[in-house]
T-cell receptor, first 112, second 111 residues
Framework: NAGVTQTPKFRVLKTGQSMTLLCAQDMNHEYMYWYRQDPGMGLRLIHY???????AKGEVPDGYNVSRLKKQNFLLGLESAAPSQTSVYFC???????????FGPGTRLTVL | LAKTTQPISMDSYEGQEVNITCSHN???????ITWYQQFPSQGPRFIIQ???TKVTNEVASLFIPADRKSSTLSLPRVSLSDTAVYYC????????????FGSGTRLLVRP
């Protein structure tokens, strides 16, 4: 099992450009999450999904969109990137056991 | 969601036992307490979860007093590789549950 994978690992964007981050999990988990983590800070929830075809807003959803067309994939989109979106983005998935979320390795995004 | 308070940082030495306490005064009846560990440049990793009294696994122990307004993560005989940020989270386990991470406790283990 690969667990949770994220693509790409690094990306540099110019202000106004768009991009999509891909998260994939092979654990058949229902719940998936996107977080961002700024330097020296904890993680903040952007959007989450409780099942295929569903999405919901987290703490900091502005400037991001998500889609969960397939159970194993959760996409995070930035339509018009801003320097304030420079961060490390983590994807996670959760099954039914406890509150154990499994995190991906992260995507380091820089917006110039 | 219950707010949590934990120390910003802690120092320890190899071989010592480390106890990190988290306050959650407004914890709800259905809330569980979960701890995560995060190494630099990695995503957080689940350590342990509990509801009341004591929970122990191969990595750590979690102590929760009767009033559940605080909890203590205990790491026995730490090593240099335990240097990380530790997060305490409180919340329900239903499908709408969203994990809210605070700033965590930075643990530095010295030789």
């Amino acid at each position: 099992n690969a667990g949770v994978t994220q693509t790409p690992k690094f990306r540099v964007l110019k202000t106004g450009q768009s991009m999509t981050l891909l998260c994939a999990q092979d654990m058949n988990h229902e719940y998936m999450y996107w977080y961002r983590q700024d330097p020296g800070m904890g993680l903040r929830l952007i959007h989450y999904s409780v099942g295929e075809g569903t999405t919901a807003k987290g703490e900091v959803p502005d400037g991001y969109n998500v889609s969960r067309l397939k159970k194993q994939n959760f996409l995070l989109g930035l339509e018009s990137a801003a320097p304030s979106q420079t961060s490390v983005y983590f994807c996670a998935s959760r099954g039914d056991r406890y509150n154990e979320q499994f995190f991906g390795p992260g995507t380091r995004l820089t917006v110039l | 969601l219950a707010k949590t308070t934990q120390p910003i940082s802690m120092d320890s030495y190899e071989g010592q036992e480390v106890n990190i306490t988290c306050s959650h005064n407004n914890i709800a009846t259905n809330d569980y307490i979960t701890w995560y560990q995060q190494f630099p440049s990695q995503g957080p990793r689940f350590i342990i979860q509990g509801y009341k009294t004591k929970v122990t696994n191969e990595v750590a122990s979690l102590f929760i007093p009767a009033d559940r307004k605080s909890s203590t993560l205990s790491l026995p005989r730490v090593s240099l590789s335990d240097t990380a940020v530790y997060y305490c989270l409180v919340g329900r386990m239903d499908s709408s549950y969203k994990l809210i991470f605070g700033s965590g406790t930075r643990l530095l283990v010295r030789p």
